[in-house]
């Protein structure tokens, strides 16, 4: 079947529309089945309690450490702690290490010392989320033209940078010294 649409001498491209067949809707299916059973192996379960007072205290199930949280200062907590946002911070720059850590390994290359700096920006409009991610990594001044190419592009392919929803800005920056 074809369609097309005229707008103002304007024509779209036609479409063509071509319905599923059976076979094609069991491998989509099966396809889902296999997702659903990745999902299943690559869990991890992590619980959290809130303790009151804009406390919670969650709990890592493989390893059963644990950690508090607390409200920001700016959203009526005392910042006695981490925030739930500062944790998706820390979670992009320790993600990022830990994926150019993994490079760094395979190819004996020295990351050892490399540090990152996060700045969280929240904005309010239209709700109360993370605006901007600005990540400054320092790096081994050490290492070459093909480790550091090897190593920002690793980078950007961490986990958590690449779950982060697209409206977040993120500034990530390398600096050899």
Request: charged content about 25%; glycine content about 6%; some cysteine.
């Amino acid at each position: 079947m074809q369609s097309s649409i005229r707008l103002r001498n304007l024509k779209i491209l036609p479409i063509f529309f071509f319905p599923e067949s059976h076979r094609d809707l069991r491998n989509r299916a099966s396809g889902a089945q296999k997702l659903e059973s990745q999902e299943t192996e690559d869990m991890v379960e992590i619980t959290v309690v809130y303790q009151g007072s804009l406390h919670t205290e969650a709990t890592h199930g493989p390893s059963s450490r644990q950690l508090e949280t607390d409200a920001p200062k700016d959203n009526e907590g005392r910042g006695e702690s981490f925030s739930p946002t500062d944790l998706v911070a820390t979670a992009l720059g320790s993600c990022m290490l830990t994926v150019m850590g993994i490079v760094a390994l395979r190819r004996n290359w020295p990351l050892e010392g490399a540090s990152v700096r996060v700045e969280k920006h929240m904005v309010a409009d239209p709700v109360r989320r993370i605006g901007k991610l600005v990540a400054e990594f320092k790096m081994p001044a050490a290492l070459d033209n093909q480790a550091r190419h090897a190593l920002e592009r690793a980078a950007h392919t961490c986990p958590v940078h690449q779950s982060l929803h697209p409206d977040v800005v993120k500034d990530i920056r390398f600096v050899y010294e």
